[in-house]
């Protein structure tokens, strides 16, 4: 094959706690990773040159080296340069349907594409492992993103251990179009106004291992959605919320639809809520859109989804 499509979902964060500063400047993190069926289609195809070519159908996204599909490319040219040299570049088309910009790792997803599309393509054979390695190396969600599903992510949230499924529960997602947050600016500003109560990183591991018996863990393995809805949870709201307050207004008016949980994912600025079936999740967005009659706000239904990157082609 010379050529594969690729579907890149995106994720929510159902829980993201900050524990403290790492000596490579990133924060630790606990995390709970869900993938959603959102998602791009990223066309990748061998070009036979030693090129890289990036197109979009999105005039936000870059199509340089900046772009993480790019950088998958570059990444595996490194460590692959005997195959890099024997099948060439590729030109890489992505179908951007996840909002950007938007704290729901739409890039990383799509870097996450280009490197299971480079290991077809390349016919490297490698595992999720190895792939979620190289992955860490582009950037934090990349490693979830190749696998996704439901997932407990620690360190910078590379480390991954795979969480019982939760296929059953649908997600309204509202975003500003014009609105974005910079992810590195809400680290930086939680840094300046938490950073004294950081833990050290001998407190780390004992938090770490305090998580596995916290209460969203046992709503997890339960499958309890109520429970979920409640303990959904993001240390960056303390920042974000304040400096946008459309962002505090989307969490406010989806909290008083009485909805199964709502809160902001990732750094933002995409909020979202819970709901127990695809009627309840299409009212919510109605009753949305009758709240905030604003042209400017997009909204999506989308469901829980068990897996990453999926080959479609
Ligand atoms: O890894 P990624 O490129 O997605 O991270 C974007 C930015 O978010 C980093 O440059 C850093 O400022 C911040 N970040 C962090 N700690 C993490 C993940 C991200 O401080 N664990």
Known sequence: MRSYSLLAPAKINLYLEILGDRPDGFHELIMVLQSVDLADRIDIRANGSQTIHVRCNHPQVPIDSSNLAYQAVALMSQHFPEQFARFGGVDIYIDKQIPV???MAG??????????GIDLLWKLGLTHDELQTLGAQLGSDVPFCIAGGTALATGR?????SLPGLDNLYVVLAKYRSLSVSTPWAYKTYRQR??????????????????????M??????????QIGKLLYN???KVVLPEYPQV?????????????GTMMSGSGPTVFALAESLAEARAIREKMQTAIPNPD??????????SGIQVVD
């Open 217 to 226: 863990m046992a709503a997890i393995a339960h499958r309890d959605s109520p």
């Open 235 to 237: 240390d960056l709201e």
């Open 101 to 103: 910009g938007a704290g």
């Open 157 to 161: 949230g590379e480390k991954l251990d």
């Open 297 to 306: 706000l997009e909204l999506w239904v989308t469901k829980f989804r068990q």
């Open 107 to 116: 890039g990383s997803s799509n870097g996450a594409a280009v490197l299971v």
């Open 194 to 215: 938490f950073g004294d109560s950081y833990l050290s990183k001998s407190a780390f591991e004992e938090r770490q291992k305090q998580i596995h018996a916290a209460p």
């Open 248 to 260: 505090l207004e989307l969490r406010e008016t989806f909290e008083k639809m009485g909805t199964l």
